[in-house]
């Protein structure tokens, strides 16, 4: 009897030696070493087999295969790798943007480009030497149309009011070269304060600043809208990770290496806790597209009258028009004028128009503009191609998460067969909301919810400020987006950047260019966020689509 229980407890610890064996059986660090190696790291100090991993910092602390040593080499790896996705990804967008811009600015100065020269051909063909001393009237007047495009401090309808005063005496001079040094200075302030009651050039001025005003307000609040979206971008892109992201991307990406299971890939609700978590910020700022994207259904088709390059092309034809109606009316308003501000020239010269107006022969023809459908059909695909890409681009950064974790990830079959952070077993944990706020009980990401980083909240200002003027400029209003760069530090354009600029042109929209400034973590900032604490691009890529309307209006 005896001897029968000593048998039976001897094969008791047998068995259960055996099995002890067979389930702490040392394993070779073989696949390991190859992946390590094939990552361009040495093999030295890297062990043959299984070690405790006591001193892991970040990965389980099971048998592992990492020293300290391996474990922050692979998190740096992890860092620099998920930090190259999102700049990658930033380029592409900005590459993007940038190649709407350019697109857009080569057209539009082609169209001001044109209709300048078509004036300048006209009127030598009309009036001759009649043009040419006073071609710089109509050359500073296209000039100040660019600047205004591209960006300066410039009181459009302020323009056009000084470019018809000009005009205007040069008009009255030219209608008796003999007399027109006779002319003073107080005269002519004269007769200019007379033309809203005289109104020499008939309804000319007054058409084209009601269409020229609102076609160039929508023309710079579009590209505007491109070069801020390119500015945020940039900023996005260069934006560090934080701790507490670098240590959960490390987990999911590398930890499995360490722990022998290199071949076994992160449950897919897993993954997508970790992307939530490390950007959340981003996703945050979707609710703040809401309203513009309601204004997109408002949109008119572009194709509704005028469209852009009519309205361009307008401006020969209203200045003829404006120059026939004078020559047209000179005695007449000669006359009246005389009447207003008096007949004496300077140093009290009666003046002989005065006693003796001559008419003139029209000598200009009024110019006609034939809108070219193929032009307009340029610029309506152009407009509703960067509406389409906008759109892409409304959900890119909730999109993101999901997007990274694909092809990465355990198919759902294989939903007990993943690495989890821990080991090969099912993920329980449901997969978080999208933005800050829901990721207050991820698991995988530890983040303060309620410090969200500076940067976001002077992005979020800058957005409100650009929307708001975005409105405005609805609205036909004149927005001085100039001041843009001012809002914040650090501000410079995001479009033409170092590799990407147009034309060596200066990049416009704004007098500072300063470098991207870099962000990093104060103490009490340590358990929030990393990519996370990045602005999101699509918020104001949403707002360039109110832009868009400017356009089709």
């Known amino acids: 009897m005896d001897l029968t229980a000593v048998a039976l407890l001897v094969s008791f610890i047998s ?71 999102v700049r990658e990804a930033g380029r592409s967008i900005q590459a993007s943007l940038n190649a709407q811009y350019r697109t857009f600015d080569t057209y539009f100065l082609e169209l001001l480009n044109g209709s300048e020269r078509w004036l300048e051909e006209a009127f030598v063909a009309a009036l001759g030497d009649l043009y040419r001393p006073n071609a710089g ?121 360490c722990r022998g299971l290199g071949s076994v890939k992160p449950c897919i609700n897993y993954c997508k806790n970790v992307m939530k978590g490390c950007l959340a910020n981003q996703a945050d700022l979707d609710t703040e597209c809401a309203v513009t994207l309601l204004n997109i259904s408002v949109a008119s088709s572009f194709g509704a009258e005028p469209s852009m390059d009519t309205v361009i092309y307008s401006i020969p034809v209203r200045i003829s028009e404006a120059v026939l109606t004078m020559q047209e009316n000179m005695e007449i308003y000669t006359s009246k004028v005389f009447k207003a501000c008096g007949d004496r020239g300077e140093e009290g010269t009666p003046s002989s128009i005065s006693e003796e107006p001559k008419k003139k022969a029209s000598t200009v023809t009024a110019l006609e503009y034939k809108p070219s459908p193929k032009s307009a059909a340029r610029l309506e695909v152009q407009v509703t191609d960067v509406s389409s890409k906008l759109k892409e681009m409304q959900f890119y950064w909730i999109q993101l998460p999901s997007a990274l974790c ?36 991820n698991p995988e990401v530890e983040i303060d919810i309620t410090k969200p980083e500076r940067t976001i909240r002077q992005q979020i200002m800058l957005l409100k400020i650009m929307s708001n003027r975005l409105k405005n400029a609805l609205d036909g209003n004149d927005v001085d987006f100039q001041d843009t760069s001012d809002d914040f530090s650090g501000s410079g354009s995001g479009v033409c950047a170092d590799h990407l600029c147009v034309r060596g042109r200066p990049p416009v929209f704004g007098p500072k260019m300063d470098r991207p400034k870099l962000y990093t973590y104060g103490p009490e900032n340590k358990r929030v966020k990393g990519s996370g604490n990045q602005i999101q691009p699509s918020v104001i890529l949403l707002v360039l689509l109110l832009a868009t309307l400017l356009l089709r209006r």
């Open 15 to 85: 068995v259960s030696l055996s099995a002890d064996n067979a389930g702490g059986k040392v394993r070779s660090c073989a696949d390991v070493r190859q992946f390590y190696s094939g990552k361009g790291f040495t093999l030295s100090g890297v062990p043959e087999s299984e070690i405790s991993g006591e001193h892991l910092h970040i990965c389980p602390k099971g048998y592992t295969c990492c020293t300290s040593a391996m474990e922050e080499t692979l998190s740096n790896l992890s860092r620099r790798e998920f930090e190259g996705l």
């Open 137 to 257: 009237v109509f050359r500073d007047l296209y000039a100040d149309l660019r600047r205004y495009y591209t960006g300066a401090s410039l009181n459009l309808e302020e323009v056009l009011d000084e470019f018809w005063m000009r005009l205007l005496e040069r008009l009255l001079k030219a209608s008796d070269p003999e007399t027109a040094s006779l002319l003073s200075d107080d005269f002519l302030e004269c007769a200019s304060k007379q033309t809203e009651t005289l109104r020499p050039f008939g309804d000319a001025p007054r058409e084209l600043k009601a269409k020229l005003v609102r076609a160039f307000i929508a023309a710079r609040a579009f590209v505007q809208g491109l070069n801020v979206a390119g500015e945020i971008v940039r900023k996005v892109s260069q934006v560090p990770l934080s701790l507490e992201c670098n240590r959960a991307i490390m987990k999911l990406v590398y930890c499995p290496h």
């Open 406 to 441: 694909s092809g990465k990830t355990a198919s759902s079959t294989n939903g007990d067969k993943c690495w989890n952070g821990i080991t090969k077993a099912s993920y329980l944990p449901e997969v978080m909301g999208d933005g800050l706020a829901n990721q207050i009980n």
